[in-house]
């Protein structure tokens, strides 16, 4: 029986093994239509990833077998680059789109499959990376210039420096790219990155025990103000607020339209409630249960009485009619026991062993008790079935019941026999 190999198509080629190594979370594109035969006939535009979140899309025109994995020189200016081939085949133009490119931006072309020439220069300027930053970092310092060098990229081929800095305000840096040029004499190009852009590029753990999101899936980056955790009721703790990038998190901005949208159905905290028994003032809300904290003084809880919001609403309207119920504590959902999975489910409840329906015997306390003997001594089941028929009364023949029926006769004095003094005369 012949073997069969069974190969995995990705795109425009096969699934290589070198496909299947680590690569940036961040950039990385799943191939929904690797499975899925198709025309390589005009598919000849190719992602590509370079370092530190950088990414472009190149134009095969040589007609290369490119494969996911696949290291490759690409056209820059000047010189050529070295980057990894992520993504090839028909999933390639929606990438595109989503990028927001326009169909007439030019698009530059890939060269060749990196020889080792390359790779050699290559792995020679990744090597000057490190020194290069901690250099710049000083003369930047030098030149008092307000600003933080987080990293350095040298392009493919050594002739070119990418220095990605962090800055708050505006700087000019005029005269630190001409220092720059004459010390590491290579073409210097500066691009400024956000905070939460190097928290990414660095990586760590969140406060929630996961890995952070700008360093596992988050490409773009939204402004997150105060205002979302004002609508969550979140307590404006800097310091809970804050992330590893000293900003406010992004994670305040994956539930706010859900707190928006659950506000709308609630009463304005304006609005006071009035009863017979006096005036409730808004306290605090469960704005996803729809619960509401009502307490009778402004400025601190007392005699706290929490109602839905359908109870709230029918209060307002009596009050808008003129009329004031008696008190809101018929609406106190107080008395509604919560129930925690946790508590109903012991982590020991498989060592407890479950009790019968039937209830148990109690034991005789007292004299009456069984010993250790008796229960030792005690007679086997087939015995007491034994006893049992025996005990039971057999059928008596005819005779016997005849005699038994007979009138009994009486016995003639005998005259040897003493009078007893009882008896009567």
Request: net charge positive.
């Amino acid at each position: 029986m012949e073997k069969k190999n069974f190969i995995q198509k990705n795109g425009s080629g096969r699934l290589c093994c070198k496909g299947c190594g680590r690569q940036d979370k961040q950039l990385n594109t799943f191939d929904w239509l690797a499975d899925i035969p198709v025309d390589n006939d005009g598919q000849d535009i190719v992602e590509v990833q370079f370092k530190n979140t950088r990414k472009g899309f190149y134009r095969n025109s040589n007609k290369l077998k490119l494969c996911k994995g696949d290291i490759v020189a690409v056209e820059a200016s000047p010189g050529h680059d070295i980057g990894t081939v992520t993504l090839t085949g028909r999933l390639v133009p929606l990438q595109m789109k989503k990028a927001n490119l326009k169909p007439d931006t030019e698009i530059k072309r890939i060269y060749r499959k990196a020889k080792n020439v390359d790779m050699e220069k290559f792995q020679e300027a990744k090597a000057r990376e490190h020194d290069t930053m901690i250099r710049s970092r000083q003369i930047a310092l030098d030149l008092g210039l307000d600003m933080k060098i987080g990293d350095v990229e040298y392009q493919g081929d050594g002739n070119k420096a990418i220095f990605y800095y962090i800055a708050d305000e505006r700087v000019d840096f005029r005269q630190l790219i001409k220092v720059l040029a004459e010390a590491f004499r290579v073409r210097i190009e500066m691009k400024q990155i956000g905070a939460r852009q190097e928290a990414g590029r660095i990586g760590g753990i969140g406060p929630c025990g996961r890995e952070l999101c700008c360093a596992t899936w988050m490409t773009s980056f939204v402004s997150v103000s105060t205002g979302a955790a004002r609508y969550q009721d979140i307590s404006l703790n800097p310091q809970k607020l804050a992330g590893q990038c000293a900003k406010l998190k992004c994670c305040l901005n994956y539930e706010v339209d859900v707190y928006v949208e659950a506000q709308k159905r609630l009463p304005s905290k304006e609005i006071t409630l009035e009863t017979t028994e006096g005036t409730y003032y808004f306290f605090k809300a469960d704005i996803l249960k729809g619960l509401l904290t009502y307490s009778t003084d402004k400025s601190f809880l007392a005699n706290a009485i929490t109602i839905t919001a359908r109870n709230a609403f029918d209060v307002i309207n009596m009050n808008k009619r003129g009329e004031k119920p008696e008190s809101l504590t018929d609406a106190n959902p107080s008395e509604q026991k919560t129930f925690d999975l946790v508590e109903q489910e012991s982590l020991t409840r498989f060592d407890k062993r479950r009790g019968n329906n039937k209830r148990k015997k109690k034991k005789p306390v007292g004299p009456t008790a069984p010993t250790k003997e008796t229960t030792n001594n005690a007679p086997n089941k087939e015995e007491r079935n034994k006893e049992e028929r025996n005990k039971e009364v057999k059928p008596r023949n005819k005779n016997n019941r005849n005699r038994d029926n007979a009138p009994k006769e009486k016995r003639s004095p005998n005259p040897n026999d003493k009078p007893n003094a009882n008896e009567k005369a």
